[in-house]
């Protein structure tokens, strides 16, 4: 009798820690986190010809898999996804330049739980860019001393739509703009992105400006819109520069590499 309920107590014993062992086993394997995350942080961007960046801030949850991209015309507007990635980065390859675009994200985790959209006031105006342009000096080559930021072209320096032109002035060096239009130079730039806004006053008096290499020079066009250009040669007979313009009249937007927007009023911050 001792042996056979030793023999009992010990199959009972055995059946309680495998139940336990089971128990263990499926809270193992049971849902991480059964409530969605935090809504991602630190979203910025950066834009380009006919494209937009977009950058956040890595969600702290240890169960978050990836995030879900989604843009709108505006803040408060309807917004539509327009991708997926398991990384903090996205490309909008859809945007297109002279439209502007806002942006939120949501993070996901392994069980398919969803945040609320970012409150980051995110938004970009992609803009055309252009490379070592070359223009030549107006009084040696007039047809080839202009620029058109509109057109993206090199036009003759009196050309109706030209918006700067090379000029060598007995050995000195000018960028000259039309009596109806502001240029300044805003000094020594490691690249043409290091620009993000075009000034509001300090413009040159003279609608001139010195050629300096390594200089980022901002313009303010006849018809309203701003660019900037950026030297990166210049000889007797001609001078190379990179660009960007702005699409969008009044906008003085010129930034590609992005960062965080300045943020709305409370009133305003409502999806």
């Known amino acids: 009798m001792i042996v056979g309920d030793t023999m009992k107590t ?26 969605p995350p935090g809504p991602p942080k630190g979203l910025r961007t ?23 991209v989604f843009v709108s015309s505006s803040y408060n507007g309807k917004y539509e ?16 330049n002279g ?10 985790n392994v069980d ?8 980051d006031v995110a938004y970009d105006i992609p803009r055309p860019e252009g490379y070592n342009v070359v223009l030549n000096d107006y009084r040696q080559f007039p047809g080839t001393a202009g ?22 002035y007995n050995g000195q060096f000018y960028i000259d703009v039309r009596t109806d239009s502001d ?17 509001s006053s300090g413009w040159s008096h003279t609608h001139d400006v010195p050629v300096v290499i390594g200089h980022t020079y901002v313009v303010w066009t006849w018809d309203d819109h701003y660019a900037k250009f950026r030297v990166s040669g210049v000889s007797p007979s001609r001078v190379v520069f990179d660009w ?28």
């Not at 439209?99 to 996901?108: G, I, L, P």
Request: hydrophobic residues 35%.
């Open 10 to 35: 010990t199959a009972a014993l055995i059946l309680t820690v495998g139940l336990l062992l089971s128990g263990c086993h499926s809270w193992v394997d049971a849902p991480y986190s059964p409530v």
């Open 183 to 199: 240029i300044q130079d805003l000094g020594p730039t490691n690249s043409i992105l290091d620009i993000g806004t075009a000034p």
């Open 147 to 168: 620029y058109d930021f509109s057109q993206y072209a090199v036009v003759p320096y009196d050309d109706q739509g030209v918006d700067i032109y090379f000029e060598n």
């Open 112 to 119: 398919g739980y969803e945040s609320d959209l970012s409150k």
């Open 81 to 96: 996804q327009i991708g997926s990635t398991k990384s903090t980065y996205f490309m909008d390859n859809g945007a297109r």
């Open 46 to 68: 950066a834009t380009g010809d006919n494209f937009i960046e977009l950058y956040w801030d890595r969600n702290p949850e240890p169960d978050v898999i990836g995030y879900n």
């Open 99 to 108: 439209f502007k675009y806002y942006y939120a994200v949501t993070a996901y």
């Open 244 to 271: 960007a313009y702005q699409l969008i009249k009044s906008n003085p937007l010129l930034k590609r590499g992005g960062g965080p927007r300045q943020p709305f009023s409370e009133s305003e911050k409502v999806r």
